[in-house]
């Protein structure tokens, strides 16, 4: 009965690959979002996705596509990976206009 | 850079002692919260207080805001080695986004 759950928990590739992290979240909300963790905890919002609509989008680089299919999945695909790609990804929900939000477990990407 | 800033980054204290954190943010928010990272896992939500709040308790954690110094703290009162953790605070400055604004965190580690 796990809340946000994330897929792969642990994603190690080389440079130039593309590679992909699942998340899915099944307490009914319907905003979901990605963060980014560095290797100095620094955490930052990356994407934002209402009802499946773009909301949020930090100006991440093209190389990184947030993909939603429905209310309770945001996968996040990445190409071309680089090595500055390397940290725990996670993922987060809540319910629109309510500020407490509900992380995954993360993903460690280690690029090599 | 909209990080917001929190102190110390890491702070060793006994069983049984008390631990302070402290949170300084930069723009004027709706809430701020604070959330909890135990080591290679997730953010837990921990508290949330709004603007127009000076002080919320929940169980052994009392949190206080302080507007006018953009500034809140944590106080974990009989801390317990299972409260050995990183504690982030997180701002919401309300809007259209739901977007939280993570601070540096503070990895406190109580010894038994």
């Known amino acids: 009965d796990t809340a946000v759950s994330q897929t792969p928990k642990y994603l190690v590739t080389q440079m130039g690959n593309d590679k992909s992290i699942k998340c899915e979240q099944n307490l009914g909300h319907d905003t979901m979002y990605w963060y980014k963790q560095d290797s100095k905890k620094f955490l930052k919002i990356m994407f934002s996705y209402n009802n499946k609509e773009l909301i949020i989008n930090e100006t991440v680089p093209n190389r990184f596509s947030p993909k939603s299919p429905d209310k309770a999945h945001l996968n996040l695909h990445i190409n071309s990976l680089e090595l500055g790609d390397s940290a725990v990804y996670f993922c987060?929900?809540?319910?629109?206009?309510?500020?407490?939000?509900?992380f995954g477990p993360g993903t460690r990407l280690t690029v090599l | 850079s909209q990080q917001g800033e929190e102190d110390p980054q890491a702070l060793s204290i006994q069983e049984g002692e008390n631990a302070t954190m402290n949170c300084s943010y930069k723009?004027?928010?709706?809430?701020l919260q604070w959330y909890r990272q135990n080591s290679g896992r997730g953010l837990v939500h921990l508290i949330l207080?709004?603007?127009?709040?000076r002080e919320k308790h929940s169980g052994r954690l009392r949190v206080t805001l302080d507007t006018s110094k953009k500034s809140s703290s944590l106080l974990i009162t009989a801390s317990r080695a299972a409260d050995t953790a990183s504690y982030f605070c997180?701002?919401?400055?309300?809007?259209?986004?739901?977007?939280?604004?993570f601070g540096t965190g503070t990895l406190l580690a109580v010894q038994p």
């Open positions: 997180a701002t919401a400055g309300g809007g259209a986004t739901n977007k939280l604004i």
């Open positions: 207080i709004r603007s127009n709040e």
């Open positions: 723009t004027s928010i709706n809430n």
């Open positions: 987060a929900s809540s319910l629109w206009g309510e500020d407490t939000q509900y």
